[in-house]
């Protein structure tokens, strides 16, 4: 069964840092894509940066352009949205999710086609003065 772990968020002031962590289990080869979404509330849910599990290849949202970076770790499971230089407007509960093969990362950040279903309970951000 596929499980998907977030963790790492808390509070943080303007310029400060955090990483958040994705760890999957049960993933199959289906899955190909890993994200990093966000939501504040009476918002949509925005694609923050999304990265393809084998190839590496990524994509940043315009908003966290130099200042977030996404990894994976060796095995592929275990996805890191590194998060630097933060500013008040990143506040929102991240979520991580996973999207199946087909799209690119950016299609899958930009227009969540083929995610999968069901969203996890998220880790929150605060970043306030």
């Known amino acids: 069964q596929l499980q998907l772990v977030e963790s790492g968020g808390g509070l943080a002031q303007p310029g400060g840092s955090l990483r958040l962590s994705c760890a999957a289990s049960?993933?199959?080869?289906?899955?190909?894509?890993i994200g990093w979404f966000r939501q504040t509330p009476g918002k949509e849910r925005e694609g923050v940066s999304c990265?393809?599990?084998?190839?590496?290849?990524?994509y940043y949202a315009d908003s966290v352009k130099g200042r977030f970076t996404i990894s994976r770790d060796n095995d592929k499971t275990t996805v890191y949205l590194q998060m630097n230089n933060l500013k008040p407007e990143d506040t929102a509960v991240y979520y991580c999710?996973?999207?199946?093969?087909?799209?690119?990362?950016?299609?899958?950040?930009?227009?969540?086609?083929?995610?999968?279903?069901?969203w996890g309970q998220g880790t929150q951000v605060t970043v306030f003065s």
């Open positions: 049960g993933l199959t080869l289906y899955y190909t894509n």
């Open positions: 999710q996973v999207g199946k093969s087909g799209p690119t990362v950016q299609e899958m950040c930009v227009t969540g086609r083929r995610l999968r279903g069901s």
């Open positions: 990265i393809n599990r084998y190839d590496g290849s990524a």
